[in-house]
């Protein structure tokens, strides 16, 4: 089963991912690109945490934390920003702020040390990071900043989206998507606090869940059923 | 809103059901938000180890 959980998450967000940037090359929209680097991102990080259940590689461990753990909620939440931010330079300037942060990330986490004894293929990466990556590491410290800032701008922006389409009483497919594109984000939020507590096992549930709700979020949000009428905005 | 730009609206956005659900699904999610955030901020600032 530990085997199964990342695999099945690496292939619905390669799916999702590869429905995102067809979109964007189709439309343009900066949101859509840096949705869909936020995705490959999270893509990444499950699939890391699939083969670390086969064998251990100080490079994959280190992708796994970088992509998985510190920038794919930032960078997912920074193509919401582009979507919903009516200032084209405040949604750069983060962006900017984001590249430079995800550098400095990089640096620190192919810098660090590695206790490598302390891996075990038979237990999650998310239960013994803190034995393999050491507790005074400067890049363990980065993490929440990148957190915090993801899930404010992605779950946040997806409330409001919804909101905002549900007070106007239209579109309810993108009032629902957006919907379950915040549940699917929080989920991702909460359990990485969870790992923060000490309950890492929860991780590999909690990120496939993410990725059905927020795959299944975005479908529902750009289809074009009965549940949509022909009203003119913005969508994801 | 004109009547017949209202007209085009979706049966579903004019349910009870619809309108009930929807905004207590979104308060329910922003608290949780809230919670996490408020955890998350005790790992950055030390409080939580």
Known sequence: ?236 | MTPARRAQRPALTRSPGYRLVVPVLLVGVALVTVVVLILAGGVLFGLIP
Do not use: C
């Not at chain 1, 970088?66 to 405040?90: C, D, E, M, P």
């Not at chain 1, 009483?169 to 969870?194: D, K, M, Q, T």
């Open chain 1, 1 to 236: 089963m530990i085997r199964l959980l990342p695999i099945a998450s690496s292939v619905i967000i390669v799916s999702f991912a590869v429905m995102v940037f067809r979109r964007y090359l189709q439309r343009g929209g900066a949101h859509l690109l840096v949705w869909g680097i936020g995705l490959t991102m999270f893509g990444i990080g499950s699939f890391s945490e699939a083969y670390s259940t086969f064998a251990w590689s100080p490079t994959v461990f280190r992708l796994w934390y970088l992509t998985g753990a510190i920038l794919n909620a930032a960078w997912l939440g920074q193509g919401t920003v582009f979507l919903l931010s009516r200032r084209r330079g405040t949604a750069r300037a983060l962006l900017v702020l984001l590249v430079l942060g995800s550098i400095l990330a990089t640096w620190f986490i192919f810098t660090t040390p590695l206790n490598a004894t302390r891996f075990n293929s038979d237990e999650t990466l998310s239960a013994q990071y803190r034995e393999i990556l050491p507790r005074a590491a400067t890049v363990r410290r980065l993490t929440p900043i990148f957190n915090i800032y993801g899930l404010l701008t992605l779950v946040g922006g997806a409330l409001y989206s919804a909101w905002l389409l549900w007070r106007k009483e239209i579109v309810p497919n993108r009032v629902l998507g957006n919907l379950l594109i915040a549940v699917g984000a929080l989920a991702l939020g909460f359990a990485s606090v969870l790992v923060r507590l000490g309950l890492g096992d929860y991780l590999y549930v909690a990120e496939l869940i993410a990725a059905i709700f927020m795959f299944g979020g975005f479908l529902l949000a750009t289809s074009r059923t009965g549940l949509s009428t022909a009203a003119a905005v913005s969508s994801p």
